[in-house]
């Protein structure tokens, strides 16, 4: 899922859940639920296999849609500090996987396999880019109507 989706899901998490510490879990492992759903994604394989400044239109995309999502949290949420707190944490793993991209090590190779390999198992399925994007634009939708509870 694109980083947006991950923020404000994680942020809906932080806003509904009133206990800090199961929020904060729900969060963190909501991005895996998330990346269960057939969905897609902006293509990231110019950050691994080229210079900085090739890969400078993926690494725009990636900034531009974190930002929109912090724009959205800000805009749409009260703004309490566990709200950040749990968006931030909803996309920890993708960033737990960018790390073992330039810093390997056990763990994170661990990490990744189970996030990429296990996790987004449906990802080479053959399922139309509409219910791809449709799952994305429903979470999206939910995020926002937990704000209403």
């Known amino acids: 899922m694109i980083l947006l989706v991950h923020l404000l899901f994680g942020a809906a ?4 859940v009133k206990n800090i510490p199961i929020a904060i879990i729900l969060a963190f492992l909501s991005h895996y639920f998330l990346d ?3 969905h897609t994604e902006y293509p990231i394989g ?8 090739r890969a400078l239109p993926e690494i ?19 703004n309490q500090p566990i709200v950040y ?8 793993p993708d960033g ?6 330039h810093f390997p090590n056990k763990i994170l190779e661990l990490h990744r396999r189970i996030h990429i390999e296990k996790i987004h198992f449906l990802k080479n399925k053959k ?3 509409f219910w791809r994007i449709f799952s994305q634009v429903i979470v999206v939708i939910l995020s926002i109507m937990l704000l209403k509870i």
């Open 13 to 16: 998490i932080g806003s509904v």
């Open 36 to 38: 269960f759903i057939p």
């Open 46 to 53: 110019s950050i691994r296999k080229q210079p900085w400044q």
């Open 60 to 78: 725009t995309k990636i900034f531009l849609d974190f930002c929109l999502g912090i724009l959205l949290i800000f805009l749409l949420f009260k």
């Open 85 to 92: 707190i749990c968006a931030f944490l909803a996309i920890l």
């Open 96 to 101: 737990f996987t960018v790390l073992n991209n």
């Open 127 to 129: 399922i139309s880019i």
